[in-house]
């Protein structure tokens, strides 16, 4: 025990002394996590407040052509204008506008679209009951015009989101049409049929584990995020700790000493670990405390301790494992600070703290799960977004242990190899 | 007669990737409480041997015994009875000499109480009480090599293997450092010293082992080897056994 504290102590006070390395472990995390946050909850932010530019052009001045006016009207995404500088629209002037980029969207109704679904309908009800049916309007089909730089993903959401409207109307038309019709042709008029639109109910709330109330957000990725970014930029001042010992040979020292090596790698883990929970604890208060007075959603911690405290531990442990494992296989406290920064950056930005893991392509959401970082990250949601506990966390927190065992294998076949020749 | 405390026979050892040995067969003895001085060239293979017996290296073949354990297998045995004074510093830079101590006292498992008496003492011996709470980064050369010393001995060592420990220092450096050794020869503590100072080793040593090729020339006390080569001093002696080409 003596030995050990000796070594915790030795340990501390070279971490104590390393001032640009404290600061790079604590506040670049802490200033990362604040920066990311607040972008992108602005972007967020922007894009719902964001209203698209829509150009209409009713030629039909009748129902159904005012219908879908009003429709895009009310519906809240939209800018909509019926006029370009004060001046009345033609389809060629509207489809330049859309064309130039001053709207997203332009819709032309043509004329007598709403006679010509209404003579439609005329003909179907006269054919059901045996009658002669009047001849049929015609009339062009409503045209959209789409901005060419729009992105395929957005035209197809503005595109069915205006087909759904289109839709909608068309059934009240219809309906309405067919009462109509239904009427002059029976002998005992009907009312109208009212058809309540919610018949088929769609519920849009976040997967759960029980009935809690949070909903993702910003606040929710950023701090697990960048926390396993920063219990990860560990690596980089422990693997030059572990360096810098060998090549001024107090690492040898020790070697002639009554204390074993593991001894020697325990105490750094303890050391580490309290570092990586000491950057953990301070990036959930930050998401706590901080982050809502910068205008910013409150982080949620969920419903059970003993699961972040497994997670927090877990991460911690694959992170030091993973700095002792360079520090003993690198040559140089160079190469172990260039290999060990670039591979964090890597593994966070192919584990999802920079871009969300949900919106990468399908190829690298598979790619993903090689990275340590997103098996914490993945634990973090667990137990942040869906309530989990230690049932549900317990996969992550094995995958990391388990990423840990193997490091430190690496580093004692390493270790070996370099000091007993 | 006094006892051996280490014992060397036939040890060898190749490094990976190197065709002719470092050691070739070496063997010899230390008796107890003597000042041994494993000299010669550079790449004689005195390094190799001591870091053999401090379980720094792993011999090929051969055997050897300190206070009676082989290093072989049992070097946990071995390590709390010897200290190391290795050439290069071996200290925390950014830690103050007390700092040092007390961590390598720890590691000793000497008691807080004891160690802390323990490193007042030797650092007024070595006359660094007034900057034992600097960081050693801002010690100079000789400073640093004190506290080096100081580090292999706060656990009383049987035996204190000694690698160049006078190198690159000014001479009241040395000095304070070569006569503290001395005492603590005399109150019983065993050494074994590597230097490349002759004239050192020819006043410090009671025996020596002129080393080359890996395997002991000469062996004997310093003045006898003398007279009976018919040489001047060491330094004489060396250059006759080992030739005057440069080694590298």
Request: with cysteine; charged share 20%; proline share 4%.
């Amino acid at each position: 025990m003596r030995k050990l504290k000796a070594l915790i102590y030795k340990d501390t006070l070279l971490l104590l002394r390393d001032f640009p390395g404290l600061a790079m472990m604590f506040l670049m995390p802490l200033a990362l996590v604040v920066l990311m946050a607040y972008l992108q909850d602005s972007t967020f932010n922007s894009i719902n407040e964001h209203k698209i530019p829509l150009l209409i052009l009713n030629q039909d001045r009748d129902s159904l052509g005012d219908a879908i006016e009003r429709s895009v009207s009310q519906a809240g995404i939209f800018e909509v204008d019926s006029l370009e500088n004060g001046q009345p629209l033609t389809i060629e002037s509207l489809e330049r506008a859309v064309a130039r980029g001053d709207y997203q969207i332009g819709i032309v109704i043509p004329q007598n679209t709403t006679e010509s679904i209404r003579s439609r309908v005329r003909q179907s009800v006269m054919g059901a009951f045996g009658g002669e049916a009047d001849t049929i309007i015609s009339s062009d089909s409503i045209s959209i015009f789409v901005d060419p730089t729009t992105k395929n993903s957005f035209k197809s959401t503005i595109l069915s989101s205006i087909r759904e409207y289109a839709a909608s109307l068309q059934t009240d038309f219809v309906l309405r049409e067919v009462v109509l019709e239904v009427n002059t042709v029976v002998p005992v008029p009907i009312g109208d049929i009212d058809i309540p639109k919610d018949m088929v109910l769609l519920k849009e709330q976040y997967a759960r584990l029980d009935q809690g109330r949070i909903i993702p957000n910003s606040v929710q990725h950023n701090v697990p995020a960048w926390g396993m970014f920063a219990v990860f930029f560990i690596v980089i001042s422990l693997a030059g700790n572990i360096i810098k010992e060998r090549e001024d040979g107090s690492f040898t020292r020790l070697l002639t000493m009554p204390c074993p090596s593991w001894l020697y790698l325990v105490a750094k883990a303890i050391v580490y670990l309290v570092v990586c929970l000491l950057q953990l604890t301070l990036m959930f208060l930050m998401g706590i405390y901080v982050l809502p007075r910068l205008g910013l959603p409150s982080l949620a911690l969920g419903q059970s301790i003993s699961a972040l405290v497994l997670m927090s531990i877990s991460a911690s442990l694959a992170a030091i494992g993973y700095g002792i494992a360079i520090g003993k296989v690198a040559t140089s406290n160079q190469q172990a600070s260039v290999f060990g920064a670039i591979s964090v950056v890597i593994m966070a930005a192919v584990g999802g703290v920079w871009i969300p893991v949900f919106v990468m392509p399908e190829v690298m959401q598979i790619v993903s799960h090689i990275s340590p970082l997103n098996w914490g990250l993945s634990g973090f949601y667990d137990i942040f977004v869906r309530d989990g506990g230690l049932e549900s966390v317990w996969p992550e927190s094995c995958t990391l242990l388990l990423f840990a065992a193997l490091c430190l294998g690496v580093a004692l076949y390493y270790g070996r190899r370099k000091s007993i020749r | 007669m006094k006892s051996n405390i280490i014992d060397i026979s036939n040890l060898r050892k190749t490094y990976r990737g190197n065709v002719s040995p470092s050691v070739d067969g070496l063997t010899l003895s230390i008796a107890e409480g003597e000042v041994f001085g494993l000299l010669g060239p550079n790449g004689a293979g005195k390094t190799t041997t001591i870091h053999i017996l401090c379980g720094l290296v792993r011999p090929d073949a051969g055997e050897a015994k300190v206070c009676g354990f082989s290093v072989l297998n049992e070097m946990s045995k071995i390590r709390g009875l010897i200290g190391v004074v290795p050439q290069d510093f071996a200290l925390y830079p950014s830690l103050t000499a007390v700092e040092n101590l007390m961590v390598y006292g720890g590691i000793y498992g000497l008691p807080k109480r004891e160690l802390k008496e323990r490193i007042d003492t030797l650092l007024a011996t070595f006359d660094l009480t007034t900057s034992r709470d600097r960081r050693v980064e801002h010690y100079s050369g000789g400073m640093k090599r004190r506290v080096n010393l100081i580090a292999g001995l706060l656990h009383r060592p049987k035996v204190l293997f000694l690698d160049e420990p006078t190198v690159g220092i000014d001479v009241q450096s040395r000095y304070v450092i070569m006569e503290n050794l001395k005492s603590f020869n005399q109150e019983g503590t065993t050494m074994v010293y590597t230097s490349h100072h002759l004239d050192e080793a020819e006043h410090f040593c009671t025996n020596i082992a002129l080393v080359d090729d890996g395997c002991v020339i000469c062996q004997g006390e310093p003045h006898a080897l003398i007279v009976q080569e018919q040489t001047e001093n060491l330094e004489e002696l060396f250059l006759k056994k080992t030739g005057k080409k440069v080694r590298d």
